[in-house]
């Protein structure tokens, strides 16, 4: 259900799902050294699956610190 959540705010959202700007340039920093022995065909796959890998982790933060909060209120309605 949080995952839906998640769709629901982020991927349909004003973000449409794309990775942040920080993110991007990570990225991009990440691979700057390894393009010049990379065709483009290589580059875009390597970069692909990497904001691909980074997409999956927003998403797992993102159920996680879901799952934080709402322990985290249950714990504060209870007091």
Known sequence: ?????YSNVVCKGSGGGK?????QEEISLLLKEMKESMDDFQYGKYKDNLCLIAAAAEE????????FASLLFAEVIQE
């Open 1 to 5: 259900m949080i995952r839906e959540l």
């Open 19 to 23: 990775l942040s700007r920080e993110v």
């Open 60 to 67: 797992s933060g993102f159920v996680e610190g879901f799952r």
